[in-house]
């Protein structure tokens, strides 16, 4: 498993598997519960079983995004919930907003660990 996380940073060229790198640390600074696996092809990130963030380069664009697992959601009967995503354009030439990153991701460990 890992060989083939791995293996997906190392397939993508210079500049992004850099960027790709350096945010996969700042994720796993986070918090030490971060799990860092691979799901639907890309790097996903778990906090405590919850969905939490992913990495997906698309087309020359790189995009950090966040998710609202659907089990943290507040269920109206009749309504299916789906986990909420946003995200974030990461231009791998600029310098990575780090603050804006952690508190965005301290935001939503604190979501789950209300949750509990």
Aim: charged letters at 30%; proline letters at 5%; aromatic letters at 10%.
């Amino acid at each position: 498993m890992i060989k083939t996380l791995e293996s997906y940073y190392l397939s993508k060229p210079e500049p992004y598997q850099s960027c790709l790198l350096a945010l996969r640390d700042i994720i796993l600074s986070a918090n030490l519960l971060i799990c860092h696996e691979r799901k639907f092809q890309i790097p996903f990130f778990t906090y405590k079983d919850k969905k939490l963030a992913y990495l997906w380069l698309d087309r020359k664009k790189l995009k950090l995004g966040f998710c609202l697992d659907k089990s943290l959601l507040e269920v109206t009967p009749g309504v299916k919930p789906k986990d909420q995503y946003e995200s974030m354009v990461i231009d791998p030439n600029e310098d990575i907003l780090i603050e804006i990153i952690l508190e965005k991701l301290n935001a939503y460990l604190q979501l789950i660990d209300n949750s509990e």
